[in-house]
């Protein structure tokens, strides 16, 4: 454990990912004495892990207007979200921006994912580190120069609140005990989402969601949700949440998506199933309905060249890959080791490279790389590569029900006194669906607001 657990503090933040390291510069910035825990040994969570895209608008870098942007956010939610919410994303997106521009996190570019109009999601300008791991650093830079005490191996179990229901501290645990720290303030829930708790995916899951594979930080256990369920929070969008994003790779747990780069996609039966430029969720709850949920992943080496240069290929890496001199040979090494159709999965590409020759794809459209950006690669630059992968989750959706002042609302529609959350432990914003990028960009345009709010202050 990093430090001893102080008595009390003003603000206590749980989690430290890009929510609950927002919401701590914030309130440090107002004035307040901030300790932030963190359950994991070394800051970890899904923040670290992540290719750091973030959606804005307003920018610099994408100066597409707030209402432009909204009305992405409802299309890629089906229309179905906390509109309270949704608008204050695109309404606080701006200053957020500059915000973080001033605190040392900058943009290189912009990048379009499927259901956007613009390329909304912002990419972390980096130069060694992958997106994520950089705007961790750089969050944590900035808090640490406020004087912030970051508490590591110091894991959060309750609230403690006092006889008229406010929150007013945690009970931590620790070997020997579960010392409580008093915060005169307020609390703040940035603990992440639950994708590794499986009682809770059990609960709130449709069947066969048990199966994804999270990729996520070991901490997004759901303790933040378990502690305010206890103090009588309401959820929002729980069952809708529970759903996978990427493909992963079974055999070591890493992330893999070359879809983006060119890769085509084909179930076990050696068939395409799915148009390989759409939004990856989509691709993945397809997935999960195709024989032993697996998604073959097939490239080449110019796809292979392509992607390594992108920040999802600078992210999601470790996975294990096959590689072999001819096509036909590739596909038999697959079918020995996982049971791919080899003579179909052939078919499928051949007849794949044709609509790439034609520029159409009548099968599944894909007539994009990704969205409507890009012109799709053909398969046919030796070696090849295939990946063997099933449908993983970088998050849920769901989550604490909030209001637009990061309150925490409880299950009779009141806010309960001295609670805040923000980040993915939240639902409400995502609705029924995801624009790529706004978990990013809400756990830190959402912990912003939340650590000025915990004081009182506020919007900007
Ligand atoms: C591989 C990958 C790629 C992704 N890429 C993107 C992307 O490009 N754009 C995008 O928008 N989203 C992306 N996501 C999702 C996104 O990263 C997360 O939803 C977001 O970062 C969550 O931020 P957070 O601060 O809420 O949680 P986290 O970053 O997970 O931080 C929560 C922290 O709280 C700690 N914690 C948990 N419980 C406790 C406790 N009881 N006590 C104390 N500490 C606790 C955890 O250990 C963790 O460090 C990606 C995720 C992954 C895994």
Same mark, same amino acid.
């Given at each position: 454990?990093?430090?001893?657990?102080?008595?009390?503090?003003?603000?206590?933040?749980?989690?430290?990912?890009?929510?609950?390291?927002?919401?701590?510069?914030?309130?440090?910035?107002?004035?307040?004495?901030?300790?932030?825990?963190?359950?994991?040994?070394?800051?970890?969570?899904?923040?670290?892990?992540?290719?750091?895209?973030?959606?804005?608008?307003?920018?610099?870098?994408?100066?597409?207007?707030?209402?432009?942007?909204?009305?992405?956010?409802?299309?890629?939610?089906?229309?179905?979200?906390?509109?309270?919410?949704?608008?204050?994303?695109?309404?606080?997106?701006?200053?957020?921006?500059?915000?973080?521009?001033?605190?040392?996190?900058?943009?290189?570019?912009?990048?379009?994912?499927?259901?956007?109009?613009?390329?909304?999601?912002?990419?972390?300008?980096?130069?060694?580190?992958?997106?994520?791991?950089?705007?961790?650093?750089?969050?944590?830079?900035? @808090?640490?120069?406020?004087?912030?005490?970051?508490?590591?191996?110091? %894991?959060?179990? *309750?609230?403690? +609140? !006092? #006889? $008229? /229901?406010?929150?007013?501290?945690?009970?931590?645990?620790?070997?020997?005990?579960?010392?409580?720290?008093?915060?005169?303030?307020?609390?703040?829930?940035?603990?992440?989402?639950?994708?590794?708790?499986?009682?809770?995916?059990?609960?709130?899951?449709?069947?066969?969601?048990?199966?994804?594979?999270?990729?996520?930080?070991?901490?997004?256990?759901?303790?933040?949700?378990?502690?305010?369920?206890?103090?009588?929070?309401?959820?929002?969008?729980?069952?809708?949440?529970?759903?996978?994003?990427?493909?992963?790779?079974?055999?070591?747990?890493?992330? @893999?998506?070359?879809?983006?780069?060119?890769?085509?996609?084909?179930? %076990?039966?050696? *068939?395409?199933? +799915? !148009? #390989? $430029? /759409?939004?990856?969720?989509?691709?993945?709850?397809?997935?999960?309905?195709?024989?032993?949920?697996?998604?073959?992943?097939?490239?080449?080496?110019?796809?292979?060249?392509?992607?390594?240069?992108?920040?999802?290929?600078?992210?999601?890496?470790?996975?294990?890959?096959?590689?072999?001199?001819?096509?036909?040979?590739?596909?038999?090494?697959?079918?020995?080791?996982?049971?791919?159709?080899?003579?179909?999965?052939?078919?499928?590409?051949?007849?794949?490279?044709?609509?790439?020759?034609?520029?159409?794809?009548?099968?599944?459209?894909?007539?994009?790389?990704?969205?409507?950006?890009?012109?799709?690669?053909?398969?046919?630059?030796?070696?090849?590569?295939?990946?063997?992968?099933?449908?993983?989750?970088?998050?849920?959706?769901?989550?604490?029900?909030?209001?637009?002042?990061?309150?925490?609302?409880?299950?009779?529609?009141?806010?309960?006194?001295?609670?805040?959350?923000?980040?993915?432990?939240?639902?409400?914003?995502?609705?029924?669906?995801?624009?790529?990028?706004?978990?990013?960009?809400?756990?830190?345009?959402?912990?912003?607001?939340?650590?000025?709010?915990?004081?009182?202050?506020?919007?900007?």
């Amino acid at each position: 454990m990093s430090g001893e657990v102080p008595a009390s503090a003003d603000v206590i933040v749980v989690g430290c990912g890009a929510a609950g390291l927002s919401a701590a510069i914030e309130a440090a910035d107002l004035g307040a004495d901030v300790l932030v825990l963190e359950s994991q040994p070394a800051p970890a969570g899904s923040t670290r892990l992540s290719a750091g895209y973030a959606v804005f608008c307003e920018t610099d870098l994408q100066p597409g207007p707030a209402n432009e942007l909204y009305e992405d956010l409802l299309h890629a939610h089906h229309g179905d979200h906390d509109e309270a919410l949704a608008l204050k994303y695109v309404e606080a997106a701006p200053s957020a921006y500059r915000r973080l521009v001033d605190l040392g996190v900058t943009f290189a570019g912009t990048f379009q994912f499927a259901h956007m109009r613009r390329p909304w999601a912002h990419e972390i300008e980096s130069v060694d580190l992958h997106g994520g791991a950089e705007l961790g650093l750089r969050l944590e830079r900035a @808090a640490r120069e406020r004087g912030i005490r970051i508490l590591t191996s110091v %894991r959060a179990r *309750r609230l403690i +609140c !006092d #006889e $008229s /229901g406010r929150v007013v501290g945690v009970n931590v645990e620790r070997t020997g005990g579960a010392p409580e720290i008093g915060a005169s303030t307020g609390v703040v829930l940035a603990s992440g989402g639950f994708t590794r708790n499986t009682r809770l995916i059990g609960n709130y899951g449709a069947p066969g969601t048990e199966s994804i594979l999270p990729i996520t930080g070991a901490g997004s256990l759901g303790d933040g949700l378990v502690m305010a369920l206890a103090r009588g929070a309401d959820t929002a969008y729980m069952a809708a949440g529970v759903a996978p994003t990427g493909p992963a790779d079974p055999r070591t747990g890493k992330g @893999a998506m070359l879809i983006y780069s060119g890769a085509v996609i084909l179930n %076990r039966s050696g *068939r395409r199933f +799915c !148009d #390989e $430029s /759409g939004l990856y969720n989509d691709i993945s709850w397809a997935g999960l309905k195709q024989p032993g949920t697996q998604i073959f992943q097939i490239y080449d080496a110019a796809i292979r060249q392509a992607h390594r240069d992108t920040m999802l290929g600078r992210t999601l890496k470790g996975y294990d890959e096959f590689q072999a001199g001819s096509l036909t040979e590739l596909m038999h090494l697959l079918e020995a080791d996982s049971g791919l159709d080899a003579d179909a999965a052939l078919e499928s590409i051949e007849r794949y490279n044709g609509h790439v020759d034609a520029g159409v794809d009548p099968d599944f459209g894909r007539n994009h790389l990704v969205g409507h950006s890009g012109t799709p690669r053909k398969i046919a630059a030796p070696p090849y590569y295939g990946i063997v992968t099933v449908p993983g989750t970088t998050h849920f959706n769901g989550g604490l029900k909030i209001d637009p002042e990061m309150r925490v609302i409880d299950v009779f529609g009141h806010p309960i006194a001295g609670l805040f959350a923000a980040g993915e432990v939240t639902g409400g914003f995502h609705g029924r669906g995801y624009l790529s990028g706004t978990h990013v960009g809400m756990a830190l345009i959402f912990g912003q607001l939340a650590g000025r709010n915990v004081c009182g202050a506020g919007s900007p």
